[in-house]
């Protein structure tokens, strides 16, 4: 039906309005350096309906709107996401992402209990934090320029997240339609969503790839925009009829498009449509916030906010580093992800509407996601001076590891290249099936808790007599796959470490040291996937008093002898230093007579060493090692100096090169080109010894 000449739809005035405040807010934001998302969360607050402005749109139209943002966000997502792309995304960024969603989701959902919040809410507040944003990371980097090294584990990272994020979101929205967090029901939600994606990814490659390259075919950009988004909203349909999200049809429907090979061809097309609803999606974001209850929350904002930071920083750089991605770009890449973002404002608003969150819960989300979008843009355009920082207040024993971690890291991958681990899938195999055991058990146990207290009770048995005994008999069940994954994971650090630093023919073993240490960082990285994992799926079923201290004490056990075998291993390598330091002496650092290879026999573990004397007018020349910041900037460490005056053995960051100098570099192959470069300004003409 046409509409009366001078007589407008209120869809369009909800729209022009939304659209418009939005359109200067995000210019001013733009202006001041931010994400323009925060110009259009202040957009919702001033045509919201709670500032007396006389600036009004409509929250449930502007909110119905709204879900055009979210469909098409999620298709454009899952564009991304074809086979190829997963494979390449998983074996980068699979663990970190893992152990960074896990790590999230266990202390939003402990930091939720602590504050009073039911199970429920708890749980919501832990999915909320534990998906970055992605538009707010790509406008960062974009600005920033950080490295290729990091951008690419963060964007990989960022993959893994969204996988989760939909999982999440359509679990999440089966729960919260009144299913509740009883294991068994949720067991079974897990299985229905599994066969509804098996189905519907089955029927859509037979039909949807085949009918999009046909499409493509008749080279019209708008019939193929036109079928795509008609994908798009049919997926999401039938998402929502079979009672999930329309944001997982949307994503399966952009998987079953990148299948057919037109994803480079489709986004392109589909892009300004998205970020147009997306766009109106925060707007409806910002309406739902009274400007009244800030007041009430922002301290509780700031509290989130300071763990979404800290806690990122900390989980994915420590996860990060452990899988040989060096600590400086550990450290950004951690950096890069602290904020929460698009699905966080998804999860708020479900757990808002469905009755399973206070109306408070979206102020705070929206708060701490400003608080995050800010520091984020900030930490990213400071990135590495924020990680040179933190990497000097490390105490000098986690420095040696870090200095030689990434050689072990290149020796285990030389010695899976000549397959000289054996036994390794085994003990993973293993760690897993105790992982899924301990859950289940947790699961079984959390399952028979009702029961058991309907039968005391219809037998006359105390109640808490008969919940302290299935405790008992739960947690000694349990301890039997605790302790399977605790010998697993020895096992695994140990059948690794001595693949990267075997020991020798002789009778002593002279890798001793280096491997000790190796294994306690292996173990670390053991802890973190297998551990964090089990404990945010088994923490809304234990007692609340329970995960916290238990992974505390394995944490600290781990950290502990962490600190012992950094100790041996600084011994170690002072040892080596003070060989090097003889060797240089005798041979005047002439690379033609410096030969380490009998040094590195005799103390393995340290890496290539390399003698690298400086001419006159070497860049190096007249500055300090804390200035160069070597091993910061490179990875490789400075072992000996030999100069007419003497030979120093690890030399104090303080002390200035000179021209005539010899300095021997131990590290990677890479690492070690990097310092020579940095050092001689890349025109060294005398070959590596």
């Given at each position: ?7 407008t739809?209120p ?10 405040v ?111 944003s ?13 490295s ?37 029901e ?39 925009l ?13 998402a ?47 309406m739902?916030?009274d ?18 930071v800290?806690g ?30 698009e ?6 608003q ?16 929206v ?29 000098h ?18 010695a ?107 173990q ?13 799926i ?9 995960g ?7 944490l ?11 100790d ?7 040892a ?23 040094i ?10 390399t ?44 002390e ?34």
């Amino acid at each position: 039906m046409l509409l009366a000449a001078g007589s407008t739809s209120p869809f369009v005035e909800d729209l022009a309005l939304a659209l418009g405040v939005a359109a200067v807010t995000s210019v001013v934001f733009r202006r001041l350096g931010q994400p323009a998302v925060l110009g259009y969360l202040i957009a919702g607050l001033i045509v919201g309906p709670y500032l007396p402005l006389p600036l009004f749109a409509d929250p449930g139209r502007v909110a119905a709107l709204s879900e055009f943002g979210v469909v098409l966000v999620m298709f454009g997502i899952g564009l991304h996401f074809s086979p190829r792309d997963l494979a390449e995304a998983v074996p980068k960024a699979g663990l970190v992402g893992l152990v960074q969603v896990s790590a999230m989701l266990w202390l939003g959902f402990v930091l939720g209990r602590a504050l009073g919040w039911a199970v429920l809410s708890s749980v919501f507040l832990g999915a909320t934090l534990a998906i970055s944003s992605t538009m707010v990371v790509a406008s960062a980097i974009e600005e920033s320029g950080l490295s290729a090294g990091p951008r690419e584990l963060v964007f990989g990272v960022l993959v893994i997240q969204d996988l989760v994020a939909v999982v999440m979101i359509a679990a999440l929205t089966t729960v919260a339609s009144g299913t509740g967090l009883q294991a068994l029901e949720l067991a079974m939600t897990t299985a229905k969503l599994l066969g509804f994606l098996a189905v519907l990814a089955v029927a859509g490659l037979l039909i949807v790839p085949r009918a999009l390259r046909m499409v493509g075919a008749m080279a019209h950009a708008e019939t193929l925009l036109i079928a795509a988004t008609g994908l798009c909203f049919t997926m999401a349909l039938l998402a929502a009829k079979a009672g999930y999200s329309v944001a997982l049809g949307a994503f399966v429907a952009g998987s079953l498009a990148a299948s057919s090979g037109l994803a480079p061809r489709i986004e392109p097309l589909v892009s300004p449509i998205r970020d147009l609803f997306a766009a109106v999606f925060f707007v409806s974001v910002g309406m739902m916030v009274d400007p009244s209850m800030l007041g009430d929350v922002w301290h509780l904002a700031v509290m989130v906010a300071v763990m979404v930071v800290v806690g990122q920083l900390v989980v994915v750089s420590i996860t990060a580093f452990v899988g040989g991605n060096g600590l400086r770009r550990s450290i950004q890449v951690g950096l890069a992800l602290g904020q929460i973002g698009e699905f966080s404002f998804i999860l708020a608003q479900l757990a808002v509407h469905a009755g399973v969150a206070d109306p408070t819960f979206v102020p705070i989300v929206v708060l701490v996601a400003i608080i995050t979008t800010t520091t984020t843009t900030l930490a990213v355009r400071h990135c590495e001076r924020i990680a040179a920082w933190i990497d000097r207040k490390l105490p000098h024993r986690v420095h040696t590891v870090a200095a030689l971690y990434e050689s072990w890291i290149a020796s285990l991958v030389e010695a899976r290249r000549g397959r000289r681990i054996v036994g390794i899938r085994r003990f993973v195999r293993l760690a897993v099936i105790d992982a899924a055991a301990l859950v289940a058990v947790v699961a079984g146990g959390a399952i028979a808790r009702r029961h058991v207290v309907d039968a005391a009770e219809r037998s006359g048995i105390d109640r808490e007599v008969a919940v302290i005994a299935l405790g008992v008999v739960t947690a000694a069940a349990a301890a039997v796959f605790v302790i399977g994954m605790i010998r697993c994971g020895r096992a695994i650090g140990g059948t690794l470490a001595r693949a990267a630093l075997p020991r020798g023919a002789a009778g002593t073993d002279l890798a001793f040291a280096p491997r000790r240490a190796l294994v306690v960082v292996l173990q670390v990285a053991a802890v973190l996937v297998l551990g964090l994992p089990v404990l945010a799926i088994t923490q809304p079923m234990l007692p609340a008093w329970l995960g916290v201290p238990a992974f505390a004490v394995v944490l600290g056990v781990v950290v502990v002898s962490f600190w012992r075998r950094a100790d041996e291993l600084d011994g170690h390598v002072r040892a080596g230093a003070e060989a090097v330091a003889e060797l240089l002496r005798q041979t005047a650092g002439e690379p033609g007579r410096f030969e380490a290879e009998h040094i590195e026999r005799m103390l393995p573990g340290l890496g290539d060493i390399t003698s690298v004397p400086l001419g006159v007018g070497a860049p190096a020349c007249g500055r300090t090692l804390a200035e160069l910041d070597l091993r910061g900037r490179t990875g490789a460490t400075v072992l000996a100096i030999d100069r007419p005056d003497g030979v120093r053995a690890v030399p104090a960051g303080h002390e200035p090169l000179r021209a005539g100098d010899v300095l021997a570099l131990v590290g990677t192959t890479v690492a070690i080109a990097e310092a020579r470069a940095l050092l001689l300004g890349g025109g060294d003409p005398v070959s590596p010894a």
